[in-house]
């Protein structure tokens, strides 16, 4: 009975991670897309810190983010952005969750939005390159998308992130939210 439990409150937080991201990034839909955004539910990719729930949740919720942003005619990027932008979001995540194995917390404050800002920058901002061009030479026109969506994750993920971080550590928070595993 108990593993039944385990395997439905972790099929549960996951799902509530990845619809958590969903709607803050449909809420925020028009900084969340195309060359200058600051996708808010990118805060939320320190949660791998704390449970390897949120390497799925957070994979699956941009995934279906950059969907749902094709259908609603928020996300000029088309479905390119569903698989890159997933891409970028997953190695991030996964990044992160090993951050989390770290015995100091000072390291994971570092870190933890380190990766996200890597990933994204490169990945999305090679995706935004090759959707909307420019003038300039190719590799140009990709640092300045690299560098344009890194300054957003960077704003995101080094001050609300590690603003989540903080109130998750306070007085253990984490450990009662994702009581299921450490995965």
Same mark, same amino acid.
Request: proline residues 4%.
């Given at each position: 009975? /108990?593993?039944? *439990?385990?395997?439905?409150? &972790?099929?549960?937080?996951?799902? %509530?991670?990845? !619809?958590?991201?969903?709607?803050? @990034? ?7 897309? /195309? ?11 320190? %949660? ?5 729930? &949120?390497?799925?949740?957070? /994979? ?5 983010? #950059?969907?749902?942003?094709? %259908?609603?005619? =928020? #996300? ?12 970028? @979001?997953?190695? !991030?995540?996964?990044? =992160? ?6 015995? &100091?917390?000072?390291? $994971? ?10 990933? #994204? ?26 560098? /344009? ?16 971080? =903080?109130? %998750? *550590?306070?007085?253990?928070?984490? $450990? ?8």
């Amino acid at each position: 009975m /108990s593993k039944t *439990y385990s395997k439905t409150a &972790a099929i549960t937080k996951t799902a %509530l991670i990845a !619809a958590l991201y969903v709607v803050l @990034t449909l809420v925020f839909a028009p900084i969340a897309f /195309s060359t200058v955004q600051f996708r808010v539910s990118e805060i939320l990719t320190v %949660l791998p810190v704390f449970t390897g729930l &949120a390497v799925p949740g957070l /994979s699956i919720g941009c995934c279906l983010s #950059n969907l749902l942003g094709v %259908l609603l005619g =928020t #996300n000029p990027t088309g479905l390119i952005d569903a698989v890159f932008g997933t891409l970028a @979001t997953l190695l !991030a995540a996964i990044c =992160t969750y090993y951050v989390g194995k770290l015995p &100091a917390k000072l390291p $994971k404050y570092i870190l933890a939005p380190l990766f996200p800002v890597l990933f #994204n920058a490169v990945i999305v901002g090679m995706e935004l390159t090759f959707v909307f061009g420019g003038e300039g030479s190719f590799w140009e026109i990709f640092l300045f998308q690299g560098i /344009s969506v890194g300054i957003g994750e960077a704003v995101v993920c080094y001050v609300g992130g590690c603003l989540l971080m =903080t109130a %998750l *550590y306070t007085k253990n928070v984490y $450990k009662r939210i994702f009581a299921v595993d450490r995965m």
